[in-house]
Each structure stands twice: as structure tokens, then as C-alpha cells.
């Protein structure tokens, strides 16, 4: 049981990821963050950064604009998948039974986060965990024009994946040896990256207890 647990959290360790599945695992696991519903406990935003570390060297042997583009179409037809999953199973979302994989408060966050930024929400959507993964779900279930979804929606991902990629590329041209401290970055990532999440959480808990005492 224990060295189970064990494995599983090393496959959500991003340094891991790359070394073991290579290319090929991290840009599916992109289409899977930005377009399956299950896929919102995946490391996107460290797994991008550490790729951008890691590009160009014997892990991950590819240009970084070449791993930029690869990137920037599997999110882009991730979230594409994830509007038409929205569209075809509005009623099937909206009544099912909450499970690990999917609770109501993830919509809700998704949802509160469109209401306040419109499509903006779409791009600046993409910086934030379980956000990115249930916006594009909730843009197929209310109808959005997908002409201007695709458009928003591209733009997201392509400054996404740049920002991430290009950020963490630079930081290790200038540092060599920051692979050694690998472990210590995706920790503070992750911790940086909850932050808005938790935010949003307490504000649509406190909106609903004042709807309550209505």
C-alpha cells in the first residue's frame, strides 16, 4: 500500500514525468489538464516549467519553440474537447453524483471565474489550477459562440504554454545547476499556484452562506 502511494506520487512529480515518459506523456498530459474533466489533479503549470528547464538537454531532447508549439496545439485541442464534452453532457453534469473526480465546487470556481472576467476568463483562466480544466467544460455547457471561444481559447493557451515554457527555459540557461533543486521549485510552484484557488474558494463559500441567511 504504502510503496503504491508512493509511485503514485512520483507520476505527479513533474521531473518524473518528463524522465520517464518523455514528449510523448507531457503533452498528453496537457490535452488531458485542459479538456478532461478528471484531469484537474495533473501538475500543468510545474510540469510546464520543468519542461522548459529540462528542453534542450539529454531528458528532453527537443528545441524549445518546436516543444512550445507541440504544447500550444495538444491545449488548444484539449480545451476544444473539453467544450464539446460540456455541450454533449450539460444534463449529465449538472445531475450527477459528486466522486472524486468530480465535485460541483470545481463548476462553481469555473463558473465564478467566467462571470467575473467574461472571456478573458479563457486566457487568464489557463494560470490557474482546476480553472483551466472546467472553464472550457462550463463555456460548451452554457453555449458559448465557439468562434469566439476558440479564438479566447487559443490566445490562452498559447501565452500559457510560452510564459511557462520560456520562464522556465531561461531561468535554466542562467542557472545550470538548477536542476539539482528541481524538487524545491515545484514545491513552491504548487504553492503559488493554490493561492487564487484557495481565494475563490473562501469567496464563493462566503457568497453562499449570505445567500443562506437571505
Same mark, same amino acid.
Given at each position: 500500500m504504502i510503496s503504491t502511494a508512493f509511485l503514485f506520487v512520483d507520476l505527479l512529480n513533474p521531473e518524473e514525468i518528463i524522465k520517464w515518459g518523455g514528449l510523448a506523456l507531457l503533452l498528453f498530459i496537457i490535452f488531458a489538464e485542459t479538456g478532461l474533466f478528471f484531469g484537474f489533479f495533473l501538475p500543468g503549470d510545474s510540469l510546464l516549467f520543468i519542461a522548459g528547464i529540462l528542453s534542450d538537454t539529454k531528458h528532453l531532447s527537443i528545441n524549445v519553440w518546436l516543444l512550445i508549439l507541440l504544447l500550444t496545439v495538444c491545449a488548444v485541442l484539449g480545451t476544444c474537447v473539453g467544450y464539446a464534452f460540456g455541450r454533449w453532457a450539460e444534463n449529465y453534469l449538472k445531475n450527477r453524483k459528486e466522486n472524486f473526480f468530480y465535485k460541483k465546487?470545481?463548476?462553481?470556481?469555473?463558473?465564478?471565474?467566467?462571470?467575473?472576467? @467574461?472571456?478573458t476568463a479563457f486566457i487568464m483562466g489557463r494560470f490557474l489550477p482546476i480553472? !483551466?480544466?472546467?472553464?472550457?467544460?462550463?463555456?460548451?455547457?452554457?453555449?458559448?459562440?465557439?468562434? !469566439?471561444?476558440?479564438?479566447? #481559447?487559443?490566445?490562452?493557451?498559447?501565452?500559457?504554454?510560452?510564459?511557462?515554457?520560456?520562464? @522556465?527555459? /531561461?531561468?535554466? #540557461?542562467?542557472?545550470?545547476?538548477?536542476?539539482?533543486?528541481?524538487?524545491?521549485?515545484?514545491? @513552491?510552484?504548487? /504553492?503559488?499556484?493554490?493561492?487564487? /484557488?484557495?481565494? %475563490?474558494?473562501?469567496?464563493? !463559500? #462566503? %457568497?453562499?452562506?449570505?445567500?443562506e441567511t437571505k
Open positions: 465546487k470545481y463548476m462553481d470556481v469555473a463558473d465564478d471565474f467566467y462571470k467575473r472576467y @467574461g472571456m480553472v !483551466r480544466t472546467f472553464v472550457p467544460i462550463l463555456a460548451g455547457m452554457v453555449r458559448i459562440d465557439f468562434g !469566439r471561444f476558440f479564438f479566447f #481559447n487559443a490566445v490562452g493557451a498559447a501565452t500559457w504554454i510560452i510564459v511557462m515554457v520560456m520562464a @522556465g527555459h /531561461l531561468l535554466g #540557461n542562467a542557472f545550470p545547476t538548477i536542476t539539482e533543486h528541481l524538487e524545491i521549485i515545484v514545491g @513552491g510552484m504548487v /504553492l503559488i499556484t493554490t493561492i487564487p /484557488l484557495i481565494i %475563490s474558494w473562501q469567496r464563493n !463559500r #462566503n %457568497s453562499f452562506g449570505k445567500n
